[in-house]
């Protein structure tokens, strides 16, 4: 069985390969280890490799982790679909959020953001697909909701997060990242600042760091298959 370390060590080397071929520098993409579904040593032993930052999707999973690992000063990042009533939960326990697609959510995330801590950086989650059962504001709506966002004293917008529909087409994924990237250009253009393009998994990271990703979200190519969905 491959180590963890080893299958790190690979998804780090298909990322500085990908980035080479598509003109970029390995340090623009950095990675996002998501260990939602594994326990609190295997993201030990990752982070025994010199992965820091990590993402779940569940609230109480990842609260638990992070408690858990506080003495590692690792960086929580919470990609899952977010309700009202956990939001205090994840202003408290997480660096970033990259699912928001909502702005009531976002008000609460700011108001309930601890002062002691520095603003939540967060990203839009856009629904590229246009898929009516995925999370993530239709691009057309992206814009103001992002200006409200960005309003809010306690959170750093940091840019735009997808999940397209998946696809082993290579000229396909990168389609849904391209319009990622363009509608991001577009609202910078509009005057808006950020940094992040939250875009490619294990399937579809060479596609996204093509197209501009600066954070690429990995499970399985780190961690294996998870056993349920
Ligand atoms: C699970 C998950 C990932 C990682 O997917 P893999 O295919 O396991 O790499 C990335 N982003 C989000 C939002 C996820 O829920």
Redesign the pocket.
């Not at 979200?217 to 961690?223: K, L, Q, V």
């Given at each position: 069985m491959t180590t963890l370390p080893a299958k790190l060590q690979a998804v780090l080397a298909r990322i500085a390969a990908a980035a080479r071929q598509f003109g970029r520098q390995p340090e623009e993409v950095r990675l996002?280890a998501?260990s939602?579904m594994r326990s609190a040593d295997c993201v030990r032993a990752v982070a025994a490799a010199g992965q820091l930052s990590f993402?779940e999707?569940h609230v109480q999973e990842g609260v638990a982790k992070a408690r858990e690992l506080a003495p590692l000063a690792l960086d929580w990042h919470f990609?899952?679909s977010l309700q009202a009533n956990k939001t205090r939960l994840v202003a408290e326990n997480f660096a970033w959020v990259?699912?928001l697609d909502r702005l009531p959510i976002a008000e609460r995330l700011s108001a309930q953001r601890p002062p002691s801590l520095p603003p939540l950086s967060v990203c839009l989650q856009v629904n590229v697909s246009g898929e009516a059962s995925k999370s993530g504001v239709a691009p057309a709506a992206a814009l103001p909701l992002a200006q409200a966002i960005a309003a809010l004293p306690r959170l750093r917008l940091r840019g735009l997060?997808t999940?397209p529909r998946p696809s082993t087409e290579f000229l396909e994924q990168r389609h849904a990242f391209r319009e990622l990237r363009e509608l991001a250009e577009q609202m910078q253009a509009a005057g808006l600042q950020f940094d992040t393009l939250s875009m490619g998994?294990?399937?579809d990271l060479e596609a996204a760091v093509a197209e501009g990703a600066t954070l690429v979200?990995?499970?399985?190519?780190?961690?294996g298959e998870?056993t349920t969905a």
């Open positions: 996002l998501v939602k993402g999707n990609i899952g990259h699912s997060m999940i998994m294990s399937d979200r990995i499970g399985t190519a780190i961690f998870r």
